[in-house]
């Protein structure tokens, strides 16, 4: 039988097994263990409440330091007393407390402590520029497995963490780890399917299973009061979720764009015996489309050559882009609330809470956005709306009980950006070509990288050096630019992926710049 590669995929799998249908939902299981990993800092390194510290001496017991800023005021500003006056014992451990880092009064306190969040994504940044190479190279589940393993042994040795430098190269490693293995682990996702409609589902499933992670923090911040067992805990919760990637079949597009079409047609044919269809590899004919045929659809390219063809077709290059600047910008403000919600709400383990069930909510939305508006005109509406809770934000406006005007808007402002990711995760995917998929993904990860580790430090710090005004009406002007740039793009709603760079530029034809 002869079909093209999206026949073939379609084919076998338009009706799927029970198993088949179990390897696909629990290829992202891992996503719930990478939120756990990237927010369990947030509750390693809090700072010390009254009652976590006694006075030594009776310089300090004339001193009145009933509260955390009292204390950091004695000690950074007044320099009234020394870390020799006072004797910690906090009733949970904190990295926070133990290397020192816990007053914001002391400028290399706050940097260091905010470094410990965004060392995270200096890993990531780090694993997506290895996985731009590897991804197309050596494939998505090999990828996945090599960041797997990353993940359990960086949580694993923090058990073993004595030192503030020891602990940032493990987040260093952690992030690596996450990244590396999470973002093959979706493209696995939605290249095992070949239906727009079964992509849009099951990539709003992932930010689902990213969302778990909240709960799952949270349980392990509040009943485990030793920051290192922390660390156990979490590289457990890893090696479990983690544990379907083993189980994955390659998937045949990765195949045939490194020109391995014998492999090809047994991944197509293993896939079909899951399904219980029965199709004989003799049988199997992976047919060229025209419009690919001198471009090479099944050419296998080195990563020199995926470059050159950005040269060669330039509309991939503006599209990549134009993905980066909203990843940047989406990654930015997305991390710089979530590990601010100590300060922004009056409790760390609401907030969280708050924030998954927000984001769970915003990755349900996103599916159905997704269908029935397109790709590109959801996150139109999207970032619209995360711009206007951007300047809402600007207001002071108490609500009482801790509450104000604020919180609330970074709150919904948490649902658009979640409902943001889980779209552009997937419509990055489906605008890349195959060829280049990979290598777009992980630029465009990269990209977000950058935002993320700038994010924690543009919330953290630059709210005390200058009026937010300044970082939000900044934050507002960017989503206004990226708003721009989707004007540009190509809505890839219910149409196939694109196999090559010349699939890319045959779609323009369908292009139209109105909303």
Not at 91 to 111: L, Q, W
Not at 236 to 255: A, D, K, M, N, Q
Not at 350 to 360: P, R, T, V
Request: aromatic share 14%; net charge positive.
């Amino acid at each position: 039988m002869k079909k093209t590669l999206d026949e073939w995929v379609d084919h076998v799998s338009k009706k799927p097994s029970l198993l088949f249908t179990l390897m696909v939902m629990s290829s992202t299981f891992v996503w719930a263990a990478s939120s756990t990993s990237v927010y369990l800092a947030a509750f390693q390194g809090r700072d010390p409440e009254p009652g976590d510290w006694v006075c030594v001496t009776d310089l300090c017991k004339s001193v009145n330091i009933s509260t955390l800023t009292q204390l950091c005021d004695s000690l950074y500003v007044n320099k009234t007393l020394t870390m020799a006056d006072i004797k910690m014992q906090p009733k949970r451990t904190s990295f926070a407390v133990d290397f020192n880092i816990f007053c914001t009064s002391d400028p290399s306190s706050n940097a260091k402590k905010t470094l410990i969040s965004s060392a995270y994504f200096i890993g990531g940044l780090l694993g997506q520029i290895a996985g731009g190479y590897l991804y197309d190279q050596f494939g998505r589940k090999r990828s996945a497995l090599c960041g797997y393993a990353l993940m359990v042994i960086g949580s694993l040795a923090g058990v073993f963490c004595n030192s503030y430098e020891m602990l940032v190269v493990l987040r260093i490693i952690q992030g690596w780890g996450n990244y590396f293995c999470s973002v093959p682990c979706l493209t696995w996702t939605l290249e095992a399917v070949s239906r727009s409609d079964y992509r849009n589902f099951l990539n709003g499933y992932a930010g689902m299973q990213w969302c778990v992670g909240y709960p799952i923090v949270v349980a392990v911040g509040y009943l485990v009061t030793d920051w290192k067992n922390q660390f156990l805990w979490s590289s457990l919760i890893i090696l479990v979720c983690g544990s379907p990637i083993i189980f994955l079949i390659e998937t045949p597009r990765y195949y045939a764009i490194r020109n391995k079409m014998d492999d090809a047609k047994r991944s197509i044919q293993r896939i079909a015996a899951i399904n219980g269809i029965d199709v004989d590899i003799n049988e199997i004919d992976i047919k060229r489309s025209d419009k690919d045929r001198d471009d090479g659809e099944f050419q296998s390219r080195s990563i020199l050559q995926q470059f050159k063809d950005l040269i060669t077709f330039p509309i991939v290059a503006l599209e990549s882009v134009i993905m980066m600047l909203t990843w940047f910008i989406t990654a930015l403000s997305y991390y710089g609330f979530n590990f601010g919600w100590g300060s922004l709400l009056p409790n760390i383990y609401l907030g969280y809470i708050m924030a998954g069930l927000s984001e769970f909510l915003a990755a349900a939305f996103s599916i159905f956005l997704a269908k029935y508006v397109g790709r590109r005109r959801a996150l139109i509406l999207l970032l619209g709306f995360s711009v206007l809770m951007y300047l809402i934000s600007i207001l002071d406006v108490s609500l009482g009980n801790g509450w104000t005007l604020e919180s609330i808007a970074s709150l919904m402002g948490l649902f658009s950006f979640t409902a943001i990711f889980t779209v552009i995760y997937l419509y990055t995917a489906e605008i890349a070509p195959t060829s280049h998929r990979g290598l777009v993904n992980s630029v465009c990860s990269a990209s977000a990288q950058t935002g993320s580790f700038l994010g924690p430090f543009v919330i953290n710090n630059l709210y005390e050096i200058t009026h937010k005004a300044v970082p939000l009406g900044l934050l507002s002007f960017v989503g206004l630019m990226c708003i721009a740039g989707m004007f540009y793009l190509v809505d890839t709603k219910g149409k196939n992926i694109p196999a090559t760079p010349a699939d890319v530029r045959a779609r323009r034809a369908l292009h139209s710049f109105k909303f």
